[in-house]
């Protein structure tokens, strides 16, 4: 699978996501963030760091960076599009996701391992876990705090499009499990077709045993193992 690993000024983990496609199989390439061609991506993966400093609010400036428009647009055609950490901020803004990162509850920067519930495997992300397995990966970020309106989050619980969740070890949903307020433990979501997803922890960062984890790797064989629509490649290209 050929797969976009967009980077703006700022991105931090352009080169983990690389790392990360390389290991499940995948062939990766960097695009900057001023073109305007996905160069027939399969995937499309919106990495995580400080994409234009985080002015204004992260994700705020990048959503209008020229590559955006070819991002979403194959968003909308079905193409597969990841956003981790300031991906995830960078997809709310643009559209492709609900609700909004808000600063932490602690009003600190976290950075550290947080457990995480896979909640669905049923998406193109998470098809090499089991439902119910308990994950341990990283998380960094200053606004990581989920929020949606109440119709927004019955809707999410409804249409089960909550992927993971904050937990604790045991896989227990507690307040202490939960490393920055987000509304019903909220770690990552996808959108009602299930080709984007937008998560907080990092998986790009539990790839290897050296990294102290490699619960993040079954997520790319996921994605670099699902069987995507042969005009993937050529909506890319056109958008």
Same mark, same amino acid.
């Given at each position: 699978m050929n797969v976009a690993v967009v980077t703006f000024p700022g991105s931090n983990c352009d080169q983990d996501c690389h790392r990360s496609v390389e290991l499940a199989g995948g062939s990766p390439r960097y695009v900057w963030h001023r073109e305007r061609s996905l160069g027939g991506a399969?995937?499309? *993966?919106? $990495?995580?760091? %400080?994409?234009?400093?985080? @002015?204004?609010?992260?994700?705020? *400036?990048?959503?209008?960076?020229? *590559?955006?428009?070819?991002?979403i647009g194959f968003a909308r055609e079905g193409g597969l599009v990841v956003g981790i950490c300031n991906g995830f901020q960078v997809l709310c803004e643009a559209g492709l =996701?609900?609700?909004?990162? =808000?600063?932490?509850?602690?009003?600190?920067?976290?950075?550290?391992?947080?457990?995480? +519930?896979v909640e669905r495997t049923g998406t193109p992300y998470t098809g090499e876990y089991r439902e119910g397995q308990v994950i341990r990966m990283p998380?960094?970020?200053?606004?990581?705090?989920?929020y949606a309106d109440a119709d927004t989050l019955?809707?999410?619980?409804?249409?089960? +499009?909550?992927?993971?969740? @904050?937990?604790?070890a045991?896989?227990?949903? &507690?307040?202490?499990s939960n490393p920055n307020g987000s509304l019903n433990h909220i770690a990552g979501i996808v959108n #009602?077709? #299930?080709?984007?997803?937008?998560?907080? $922890?990092? $998986?790009?960062?539990? *790839?290897e045993e050296v990294l102290g984890s490699v619960d993040g =790797?079954? %997520?790319?064989?996921?994605?670099?193992? &699902?069987?995507?629509?042969? &005009?993937a490649a050529a909506r890319s290209e056109v958008a």
């Open positions: 399969e995937a499309v *993966i919106v $990495p995580g760091g %400080f994409a234009h400093g985080d @002015y204004l609010r992260p994700g705020a *400036i990048a959503r209008f960076s020229p *590559i955006m428009d070819a991002v =996701l609900p609700g909004a990162l =808000l600063r932490n509850r602690s009003l600190r920067f976290q950075s550290h391992d947080c457990w995480l +519930r998380l960094s970020h200053a606004d990581g705090n989920y019955a809707e999410l619980e409804a249409e089960e +499009r909550i992927v993971f969740r @904050y937990c604790d045991r896989g227990d949903v &507690t307040p202490e #009602r077709r #299930r080709n984007v997803i937008g998560m907080m $922890p990092h $998986p790009d960062r539990a *790839i =790797l079954p %997520f790319f064989e996921s994605l670099v193992g &699902t069987e995507v629509a042969a &005009t």
